[in-house]
């Protein structure tokens, strides 16, 4: 095939026709050309030479042009595409490095093979145009609602036509056992997209909690004009859900919006969500309070709030437990998910005897360590004494409290404690000696004979070794693994040592080495303390 006369306007008009039908640039297309008519060129001149062509907007004029580059005697190499200095005399005046020098060849007559070679440049090149205008078109879509039509399923993945290209909403997105027929409409949420080898992927998602939001978003005007905002939402896709909103206009019920005039809203989502039954709770900013909301139906007695762990007591009546509970749990699971807190449920029977069991444990401690009788450890309990520490170190005035308690029987009380303690501290220091934990670590101000041995049994026993731990490593934390919170244990956590406080020592201990300088800590403090102050003017 020759690039003549009668089929230059040819190409113009394919690079249209290919421009439109797939919605790209018609100058792509034209480049695309361009390529792929140089690439045949080169298999009929030569590999090594660098030949350019240039098809005209207007005519669809193609010109072959060979290009030669001026470069130092030294490095000339390719003497197909470079000349040196003295070459180029030839055919320019007063050439120097870095020089271009072009010349027109003739067109080539492109045979079978070339002209395969070149369609499937074209082809490649305008595959590409295609994805990078997909990808500009949705990526700044992503975490909104779009409308598609079904084309096939695959393996229980749907393949969704989403206009200008398609979308895959995967087996795991999709709500229950829901299936789909060709040509169905279908609403989802546009989850993530992304480049990949085969161009940009669009995934959908069904059973995402922010597909639920967005839904609630287009039902409710509040929602959308700002007023209501949506704090939170877990769900058990097509089963049950929580929402939490909260209202920003005093006169506005940010429940009763939601719900819509005879439940007309919250039904609208509920047909798109396959029959999802959706609690919509009120949002508060107490914890303890949102929580009991987050419970409903279920009625609370009493909660208890353990913010360092993250971890919540709820009491319960006995009749309301598999109520707070819910099939299979959901309602306590979902109710966690929405707060973000482990949720540990009790009957008001078993509160009781746990609270029993704390008082017979620590009246039992003050009759062992401080020779008492059942009756008077009872009344040091029954006072809020939970440790000797307290008794020990306590004003003398919150003993003479105690009935039957005066000035010669309450010094009596701490000397008692105070010999104890200490005795217990000097065992544990001897303990931690025979260990082998060096001086460095037992004179290290902010740890007790007893924090030192329980290093010592976990082979921290020098101050080197204490710097180089981790916070959580000494007051414990939790991690997720499987969606699910897990307890790591803290070598000094029975200590009551916060994070803070671990992070604290284990930087003194840092300093005290030289390993960090305080002069370099203060002016990261400074840099944070600037940049939030700028956030918070922002």
């Known amino acids: 095939m020759a690039i003549t006369s009668a089929n230059q306007l040819e190409l113009l008009q394919t690079a249209e026709a290919v421009a439109r039908e797939k919605m790209i640039d018609p100058g792509l297309v034209v480049e695309a050309m361009e390529e792929s008519l140089a690439r045949a060129a080169k298999s009929r001149y030569g590999s090594e030479m660098d030949i350019r062509v240039s098809i005209d907007r207007k005519t669809g004029k193609a010109t072959f042009t060979r290009v030669r580059t001026v470069v130092a005697d030294e490095d000339l190499e390719n003497y197909q595409a470079e000349l040196t200095v003295e070459q180029a005399r030839q055919y320019m005046q007063d050439p ?9 060849v003739p067109p080539v007559e492109m045979g079978r093979i070339a002209a395969q070679s070149a369609k499937q440049v074209i082809l490649q090149k305008v595959r590409e145009a295609e994805r990078d205008r997909q990808y500009e078109e949705f990526k700044d879509r992503n975490g909104t609602i779009i409308n598609g039509l079904v084309k096939r399923e695959e393996y229980g993945n749907v393949i969704v036509d989403v206009g200008s290209g398609e979308a895959i909403l995967r087996r795991n997105e999709k ?57 939170a939402v877990a769900r058990d896709p097509g089963s049950r859900a929580k929402i939490a909103v909260v209202s920003y206009d005093g006169s506005i019920d940010p ?17 798109e969500l396959q029959g999802e039954k959706i609690d919509i709770i009120p949002w508060n900013e107490d914890q303890p309070t949102f929580l009991v909301n987050a419970l409903q139906p279920a009625e609370v007695t009493k909660v208890v709030l353990d913010e360092e762990a993250g971890k919540i007591e709820v009491v319960v009546p006995d009749e309301q437990l598999s109520l707070a509970i819910g099939r299979r749990g959901q309602n306590v699971r979902l109710a966690s998910q929405l707060t973000n807190l482990d949720i540990d449920i009790m009957t008001e029977e078993e509160e009781s005897a746990r609270r029993q069991k704390e008082f017979e444990a620590r009246t039992k401690l003050f009759m062992e360590t401080l020779d008492l009788d059942e009756f008077f450890a009872q009344l040091l309990v029954s006072e809020g004494f939970t440790n000797l520490e307290e008794v020990a170190y306590v004003e003398l005035d919150e003993l003479l409290v105690i009935d039957g308690v005066d000035d010669g029987t309450a010094e009596e009380l701490q000397a008692r404690a105070r010999d104890y303690l200490e005795a217990q501290a000097k065992a544990a220091l001897d303990n931690a000696r025979s260990l082998g934990v060096e001086d460095s670590l037992i004179d290290f101000d902010g740890l007790t004979p007893q924090m030192v041995e329980a290093l010592a049994k976990d082979g921290v026993k020098t101050l080197d070794d204490f710097a180089t731990c981790a916070d959580w490593e000494l007051a414990g934390g939790w991690t997720t693994e499987n969606g699910e919170r897990v307890k790591d244990d803290g070598i000094l956590e029975p200590f009551d040592v916060s994070l ?39």
Do not use: H
């Open 500 to 538: 803070e406080d671990a992070q604290n020592l284990v930087m003194t201990a840092r300093i005290m080495l030289g390993w960090v300088d305080p002069a370099e800590l203060e002016t990261d403090a400074e840099d944070l303390g600037d940049e939030a102050e700028e956030e918070a003017e922002a």
């Open 96 to 104: 120097s490095v870095g020089d271009v020098f072009s010349e027109e």
């Open 175 to 231: 709500i229950g056992r829901e299936s789909y027929r060709p040509n169905d409409r279908i609403r989802c949420y546009i989850k993530d997209v992304r480049r990949e080898p085969r161009g940009p992927q669009i995934f959908l998602s069904r059973t995402a909690p922010e597909f639920m939001a967005e839904l609630f978003k287009m039902e409710v005007p509040e929602i959308y004009d700002g007023i209501i905002e949506i704090k």
């Open 255 to 271: 429940v009763g919006a939601c719900v819509g005039m005879r439940g007309s809203r919250v039904q609208a989502v509920v047909n």
